[in-house]
């Protein structure tokens, strides 16, 4: 049985923990209370408390990285921790992965390490800290994907999205420029069911963008939920005057034998909070 670390039992991670656990591999994830290490332990979920502040903080942590795959699913702080915090916490678990057993290595990375300078933005666009449109996320991407003691896979999810994240809610009954640009999203099965396909598919030592398939402006998905789940309009104004950036699904469309869930964002699946 094939096992597999999750460096962060999140939004995502949870449920990615939780379709792994179903699909017949052993998971071993890492929490940063212990509340929520009750809850999961008590769900069957084998989980231990590792805090990365930056350096790992914790209780028996290092047994997960004796697992052949791990997942690294840490999304920086951008509001509340400096430029340089994430790139250290990066460094930090390079050294447990180098000290662990870890074959394998996915990191979840993010479009927005592409600038917003209204192209079409490929895997195989030349990214530096100039030219960046997020700088400590690229960083990690060079930190974590380096070591030559495994092999890394970058996922540049688009947003994620689905269930209780509903994009046209945070922009109810607000104004909103720049409403042409294309959307770059990803719904939250469809990550869970790639992170899967990337392990039994052994591809490795790629770098993909995670993002929905077909496209829709932003007017029409903060639209389309509105008239769907009764929030207030955005109230669409002309003009402004952000670049954007088009995110090309074309690598993971050619991958053999992934079909997306939802590849339509005007057709994602949610479940509004009351």
């Not at 999961?40 to 979920?45: K, P, R, S, V, W």
């Not at 805090?51 to 997960?64: C, D, I, L, R, T």
């Not at 769907?228 to 952000?242: H, L, R, T, V, W």
């Amino acid at each position: 049985m094939k096992q597999i670390g999750i460096i962060g039992l999140g939004w995502y991670g949870l449920p990615l923990a939780k379709h792994l656990s179903q699909n017949g591999y052993e998971v071993k994830g890492t929490v940063t209370s212990a509340e929520k290490q009750t809850q999961l332990l008590a769900d069957g979920i084998e989980t231990v408390l590792l805090k990365m502040v930056p350096h790992p903080e914790g209780v028996a942590f290092h047994s997960v990285f004796q697992c052949e795959t791990i997942i690294i699913n840490i999304p920086p702080r951008s509001r509340t921790a400096t430029e340089t915090f994430y790139p250290e916490q990066m460094k930090y678990l390079r050294q447990l992965l180098e000290n662990g057993q870890a074959k394998h290595v996915i990191f979840v990375s993010a479009t927005s390490v592409y600038p917003d300078a209204g192209q079409v933005a490929t895997e195989s666009d030349p990214l530096s800290l100039d030219n960046t449109g997020n700088e400590p996320m690229l960083q990690a991407e060079q930190i974590i994907s380096s070591s030559e003691s495994y092999q890394t896979t970058i996922l540049r999810f688009g947003g994620l999205l689905g269930y209780d994240r509903i994009p046209g809610k945070y922009f109810a009954g607000k104004e909103v420029q720049n409403t042409h640009l294309k959307v770059n999203y990803i719904h939250r099965d469809d990550a869970v069911a790639f992170t899967e396909w990337v392990i039994k598919h052994n591809y490795w030592a790629e770098v993909v963008n995670v993002v929905s398939p077909l496209t829709r402006t932003r007017a029409e998905v903060y639209l389309h939920n509105a008239t769907n789940f009764d929030f207030a309009a955005p109230i669409i104004k002309s003009g402004g005057n952000e670049l954007g950036k088009y995110i090309s699904p074309e690598k993971i469309k050619l991958l053999d034998n992934f079909q997306f869930k939802y590849p339509d964002p005007l057709h994602f699946y949610f479940e509004p909070k009351n």
